[in-house]
C-alpha cells in the first residue's frame, strides 16, 4: 500500500539517450527483468554507491568502469543482485559486461552494470548475455516508462519523473527514475536510480551535482535503518543540446541543473518512502534550531529508526513521551532538554521539556489520522536545519520481511 | 511469551536490607504498586542511570541524592515513570523523598526514589505518601520475591536470582531483582534492577564493579535499540558480615564479589530479552576477530538491531544475507569482507564474504528452529571479541506497541 503516490507520468526523453527493455528469465518467465541504456559518445557520467562493506559483484565493476573511461552503456539486471557472492561473482558480472561490449564494438569499461535481485544465488550471466542482441535491436528514444517498469523487483509502482527548465533561452530536459530503498525489500534488494538530462556538463562538476543532491534526497530516507549491498545512482549528462560542457559550478545553466536534480531526486526519494514496505503513513521528520547538521541528522534518524515510534505513527496514537525519548538518546552534547519543543504538524506538543500546557491528546489524535505528518522538533541551540524522510512500521512490514522467503 | 524463563527462585534475604511491597494505587487498584527498601546504616550503594538526555524526575533526584549522602531508604512505584513532566515533575518526587525522610527522620538526601509506568502523566504523589506509614510498619527481611515482583509493570514474568560464594572461609550472599528492559516496554518503561550483597565494600570500588558489570551485561542488551527515560541499576553493600569496607580491588573479596555481580547481572539482563516483546527467540550476536571492543560491539548491534535480521529470525529464515548486510554497514573501518566468517549455532554459513560452499539450506533451517541461537561473527582482524544479546521482531511485537495506548 502506497501512501501518496501518484501514477507515473508520460516521462520526456533525454536526445542522447535510447533505452530496451527484454526478457532474459533471469529468475522469472514472462518478465521484461533487463534494461539496457545506451548513452549517445558525448555523454558525460556520474555516480554515487552504497556505502555498504558487502557491497555486490557489479558495484565494484562499476565503480572500476567509471574510473576508466566514459560509459555508453548501462546494463541492469532485476531478479538477482549479484551480491554476496564472492569472485564468482565478479567474474559473471565481467562476462556480461563482455559480451555486450564485444557486440557494440566497445571497450568493456564502458560498460556500467547494475543488478537487483536476491542476494547469494549464482547470477545466470548467460541468459543475460543471450539476451543482449534483441535489447541492442530494440533500443529507442521513448522507452523510460517501460524502463521505470522494467527496473522494479517488489516496488508495487514504477517510480520517475521529468523536469524541463529553461537556462539563457535554451530549454533542457532531466529525467529520471528509481526502484526500492535501501534493503526496504530485503532481498529483491535495493535501490537503483538513473538520471539523464541533455545537457552537457564538465564530469567532475556533474559528479558534484550529483553527490550534493544525494545528500538531500537518498542519503535523508530511511525506511528500517538498513543499508543494501547495492544501491546506486547514476546521472548522465548526454550533451545532445551543445558540445561545449558546462565546467563553472556558479554558472546560471549549473545553478539551474543542480536545483532540477535536487528537486528531482528528492521526489524521487520520497517515492520510495511511499512505497516503503506496508507503509500507511509518510512521515517527515524536520529538527531545526540544531548547532550543526550531524546533530539535526542524528535526531531526526533517532526519530526516524526507533521502531516504537514508528508504531505509534502506525498505530495513529500521539505518544509524544516515544518521540522525547528517541531523542534524548540521539547522543546530542549538553542538550538542554528545556529548551526542546516538538509539533505535530502545526499543533505544539512539547515545551520546556514536558508536556504544551495547552496540548490535549485529541487534538493530537486529530493530526495522527492524516497519511502524511510532519515531526517538527526545535532543539533550541542554533540555526541550523535538517529533514528526513520515513515511513510508519506496520503488521505487515512484519509480515513482508518475514514471509519473503517461504 | 516469554524464551526461556525459569519461574523466580526462592530470592535469598541480605542481612542489613528490609523491604516492604504495599498497595499505593499509583494508577491502579488492588495492585501492590510501591516497593520500599530500607538500608542498614553501614550500607555503601552505588548507581548507574540512563544515558538519555530527556531523564526522569527520579533520575535526577536519585543522582543528586547519591552525591550527598549515603542512602537508607530506595522507593520505588510502578503505574508512572514520572517523566516528561518538566519542574512540576521534580517537584512531586521531592516531595516523596521528603515525606519519607521525615517519618524516618533522617535527612530527605538519604532516599533515593525511582519511578517506572507511564510517561508524561503527573506523578500522584499524595498517594505514595500516604502509603508511606504502612511500607515502613511493613519492612521485613524476606520480601526479596514480593519485590521482585512489585517493580512489575509489563513484564511477563518477575526477574531475580541469588549468589551465594565464600572468600577466606567466609560466606556472602548476592541477591538481585529485575524488571523490563530499555523501552521494551514504552510507556511502562524502563530497565529498574536491585542488587545487594552483606559484604563492607568501599564506594568507590562498589561502583567499579557495578559500572564493569553493567558493560558487559545491561549494556549488551537490546530489544529495539530504544533507551529508556528511567534505566536505573543499584548495587547495596549492607556490611552487615564485616565492618571494614574491603577496599583493594585486587582482594580475593573484591574479586569473588565482582564475578558474582557480573555473573548476576548478565543473567538478569539476559532474563529481561527472553522477556522482550513478542519475542519468540533468545539470540546471541557473539563477534569476535575485531581490532577492537568497540568495532565488535558496532557490529554485534548493526545486527541485533536490523529489523530485516530480527524478523528472519521471528521466521526461522536462515537469511544470512541480511546478516552480511548488516555486518558491512556497522562502520568498521577497511573490513575486508574476505575474511569475515558468520555461523549460527556451529553450522558455518559465510566463509570469504559469500556463502560457505558447504551451506545448504535445509541445514540453516534446521538450526533456525531452536529458540536459543548464536550468531557467530569472526570479523578476521583482531583478537577482541564482544557479545551482545536480543530477541526476534514478531507480530506481537508490533501489535503490543501499536496498541499499548488504545
Known amino acids: 500500500m502506497a501512501v501518496g503516490l501518484e501514477p ?26 533487463l534494461v539496457l541504456f545506451e548513452l549517445a559518445a558525448s555523454s558525460v557520467t556520474a555516480a554515487v554507491f552504497t556505502q555498504n562493506a558487502f557491497c555486490a559483484a557489479p558495484v565494484h565493476v562499476a565503480r572500476h568502469h567509471l574510473d576508466v573511461a566514459a560509459p555508453r552503456y548501462l546494463l541492469i539486471n532485476t531478479g538477482n543482485a549479484n551480491a554476496g557472492t564472492g569472485q564468482e561473482g565478479l567474474v559473471h558480472c565481467r562476462h556480461t559486461c563482455n559480451a ?5 564494438g566497445e571497450p ?4 556500467l552494470p547494475f543488478s537487483t535481485g536476491v542476494i547469494g544465488e549464482t547470477l545466470p ?19 523510460w516508462n517501460e524502463a521505470a517498469i522494467g527496473i522494479m523487483t517488489t516496488d508495487t509502482l514504477p517510480k520517475g519523473g521529468s523536469r524541463q527548465f529553461e537556462v539563457a533561452g535554451q530549454m533542457y530536459t532531466l529525467t ?4 526500492g530503498a535501501g534493503m526496504i525489500r530485503p532481498n529483491m ?25 544525494t545528500q538531500s534526497s537518498f542519503n535523508r530516507i530511511t525506511i528500517d535503518g538498513d543499508t543494501s549491498t547495492n544501491d546506486a545512482c547514476v546521472l548522465v549528462a548526454t550533451g545532445a543540446i551543445h558540445a561545449t560542457p558546462i565546467t563553472d559550478a556558479s554558472s546560471e545553466e549549473a545553478q539551474a541543473l543542480s536545483v532540477q536534480v535536487q528537486s528531482l531526486m528528492l521526489e524521487l526519494a520520497q517515492m520510495i518512502v511511499r512505497d516503503g514496505e506496508g507503509a500507511t503513513k509518510f512521515i517527515t521528520v524536520h529538527v531545526l534550531g540544531g548547532g550543526n547538521t550531524e546533530e539535526c541528522c542524528d535526531v531526526a ?5 526507533s521502531p516504537l515510534v514508528k508504531t505509534a505513527f502506525f498505530a495513529s496514537d500521539p505518544n509524544w513521551g516515544r518521540i522525547l525519548a528517541a531523542i534524548g538518546r540521539a547522543g546530542v552534547p549538553a542538550l538542554d532538554v528545556n529548551k526542546v519543543q516538538v509539533w505535530l504538524n502545526d499543533l505544539r506538543i512539547c515545551w520546556l521539556g514536558a508536556a504544551d500546557p495547552e496540548y490535549r491528546e485529541a487534538l493530537g489524535a486529530e493530526v495522527m489520522k492524516a497519511s502524511e505528518i510532519t515531526v517538527r522538533i526545535d532543539l533550541g541551540r542554533g540555526a541550523f536545519e535538517d529533514r528526513v524522510y520515513t515511513c510508519d512500521f506496520s503488521y505487515d512490514y512484519v509480515k513482508i520481511n518475514a514471509d519473503y522467503r517461504s
Not at 507515473?8 to 527483468?33: Q, S, T
Not at 555486450?100 to 557494440?104: G, R, T
Not at 567532475?204 to 551535482?209: A, F, M, P, R
Open 301 to 305: 534518524y533517532a526519530v526516524a529508526h
Open 8 to 33: 507515473l507520468p508520460a516521462l520526456k526523453p533525454i536526445a542522447g539517450v535510447r533505452i530496451a527493455v527484454v526478457e532474459a528469465g533471469v529468475r522469472y518467465k514472462n518478465r521484461r527483468d
Open 108 to 111: 568493456e569499461w564502458t560498460v
Open 100 to 104: 555486450l561490449a564485444k557486440l557494440a
Open 125 to 143: 550471466a548467460q541468459r543475460i548475455v543471450d539476451a543482449l542482441p534483441q535489447a541492442l535491436q530494440g533500443l529507442k528514444d521513448t522507452a
Open 189 to 213: 534488494a535495493t535501490m537503483l536510480s538513473f538520471l539523464a538530462t541533455d545537457m552537457a556538463v564538465d564530469k567532475s562538476l556533474l559528479q558534484s551535482i550529483l553527490s550534493q543532491a
Open 176 to 179: 529520471g527514475i528509481a526502484k
